[in-house]
Nanobody, 122 residues
Framework: VQLQASGGGLVQAGGSLRLSCAASGRTFSTYGMGWFRQAPGKEREFVAASWSGGGTYYADSLKDRFTISRDNVKNTLYLEMNSLKPEDSAVYYC?????????????????WGQGTLVTVSS
């Protein structure tokens, strides 16, 4: 599976962005998919996941502002981000987990996209 993330950019605080992650391959629907982010000097952290069993999961601090979705026909994962804050600035990565496991643990993901940079100005 190859993943291509896009949609990042510069946005003012309070604004919105929608990230996309296009996946190659014919078995996209069988993968657990997730978004993680990494700010400079910080560890990669879990944002949201759309798991292969149909569940969606969020970091507690983000669930009121972010929405994850997927289109299994277009082989694309999305992350809608609203009411953005400067602390949301990071490189956002999409990942694909074939064997499942804990959705919040980045070590369970087998494939990663290259990341897309989100910068939120105050």
């Amino acid at each position: 599976v190859q993943l291509q993330a896009s949609g990042g950019g510069l946005v003012q605080a309070g604004g919105s962005l929608r990230l996309s992650c296009a996946a190659s391959g014919r078995t996209f629907s069988t993968y657990g998919m997730g978004w993680f982010r990494q700010a400079p000097g910080k560890e990669r952290e879990f944002v949201a996941a759309s798991w292969s069993g149909g569940g969606t999961y969020y970091a507690d601090s983000l669930k009121d502002r972010f929405t994850i979705s997927r289109d299994n026909v277009k082989n694309t994962l999305y992350l809608e981000m609203n009411s953005l804050k400067p602390e949301d600035s990071a490189v956002y990565y999409c990942g694909a987990a074939y064997y499942g496991g804990d959705y919040y643990d980045n070590s369970n993901y087998d494939y990663w996209g290259q990341g897309t940079l989100v910068t939120v100005s105050s």
